[in-house]
């Protein structure tokens, strides 16, 4: 299984979207307007945090020279925004262009306990409802969030603080070797965006280096129907379009 940027960073950082496979089937509820309530940030860092500067106490001449070294310290590594190499069925199509964007989840996968008809009778089971997430940059500040759209949990959104938002439908999904205890890796199509920014330009994303976030194992019953059960996750969303 191959993975771009370490979960362990991530989660050393951070002090620490739905089950597709498991309720509803959904790749990841809340407007991109009224986004659902934010879980916190959480990072996930490739090891490219910005340097202390540590000022400069010469003549006013070195100011430019400072100035440049802090900008290009706070600028991400080059390997935050490579294309990561990925299965075959989850690989970018041809026409995908470019990383527009990546970013690091952190929050939950949530899930209600539901009553359902099953071969004529009734049964319960966990249906995902949507994910609630915060989106960070490689420095683990905050740059967005991810949740369901109104269109409902087929139709994940991610929006960036400038209020840019992509809607997306999954395409396909693939849970490497091992990854059993984790949400599957996805590929998704872009349906709609809006703004200005970066994510107005996104016609697909990658859910990557998922952990955590599968269906709650408590029981699903008459007991507890009508109950929400809010899982944690972490994973890498890269996002690629033409500039």
């Given at each position: 299984?191959?993975?771009t940027i370490?979960?362990?960073?991530?989660?050393?950082?951070?002090?620490?979207?739905?089950?597709?496979?498991?309720?509803?089937?959904?790749?990841?509820?809340?407007?991109?307007?009224?986004?659902?309530?934010?879980?916190?940030?959480?990072?996930?860092?490739?090891?490219?945090?910005?340097?202390?500067?540590?000022?400069?106490?010469?003549?006013?001449?070195?100011?430019?020279?400072?100035?440049?070294?802090?900008?290009?310290?706070?600028?991400?590594?080059?390997?935050?925004?490579?294309?990561?190499?990925?299965?075959?069925?989850?690989?970018?199509?041809?026409?995908?262009?470019?990383?527009?964007?990546?970013?690091?989840?952190?929050?939950?996968?949530?899930?209600?306990?539901?009553?359902?008809?099953?071969?004529?009778?009734?049964?319960?089971?966990?249906?995902?409802?949507?994910?609630?997430?915060d989106l960070?940059?490689?420095?683990?500040?905050?740059?967005?969030?991810?949740?369901?759209?109104?269109?409902?949990?087929?139709?994940?959104?991610?929006?960036?603080?400038?209020?840019?938002?992509?809607?997306?439908?999954?395409?396909?999904?693939?849970?490497?070797?091992?990854?059993?205890?984790?949400?599957?890796?996805?590929?998704?199509?872009?349906?709609?965006?809006?703004?200005?920014?970066?994510?107005?330009?996104?016609?697909?994303?990658?859910?990557?280096?998922?952990?955590?976030?599968?269906?709650?194992?408590?029981?699903?019953?008459?007991?507890?129907?009508?109950?929400?059960?809010?899982?944690?996750?972490?994973?890498?969303?890269?996002?690629?379009?033409?500039?």
């Amino acid at each position: 299984m191959k993975r771009t940027i370490a979960l362990t960073t991530f989660l050393a950082l951070a002090g620490c979207s739905g089950d597709d496979t498991t309720g509803a089937g959904n790749p990841d509820a809340s407007t991109h307007a009224d986004a659902t309530t934010d879980t916190g940030v959480g990072p996930v860092d490739s090891g490219g945090g910005q340097d202390v500067a540590t000022g400069d106490t010469g003549s006013g001449g070195d100011a430019n020279t400072d100035a440049g070294t802090d900008a290009a310290d706070a600028a991400c590594p080059v390997a935050w925004t490579t294309a990561p190499t990925v299965d075959p069925v989850i690989t970018l199509p041809a026409d995908g262009g470019g990383v527009l964007l990546h970013a690091g989840a952190i929050g939950t996968q949530n899930y209600t306990c539901e009553q359902l008809a099953v071969d004529g009778g009734t049964g319960y089971a966990w249906v995902f409802v949507g994910p609630e997430a915060d989106l960070a940059d490689c420095h683990a500040a905050k740059i967005g969030k991810h949740f369901a759209s109104d269109a409902g949990a087929t139709a994940p959104e991610w929006q960036t603080t400038d209020g840019t938002y992509v809607v997306g439908k999954k395409l396909a999904a693939f849970t490497p070797d091992g990854g059993a205890s984790a949400i599957p890796w996805l590929l998704i199509q872009e349906t709609s965006n809006g703004g200005a920014g970066t994510l107005s330009k996104a016609g697909y994303v990658q859910r990557l280096n998922t952990d955590g976030g599968v269906a709650p194992a408590v029981t699903c019953d008459a007991t507890n129907v009508g109950t929400t059960q809010k899982v944690s996750y972490t994973a890498d969303y890269f996002f690629f379009g033409t500039p």
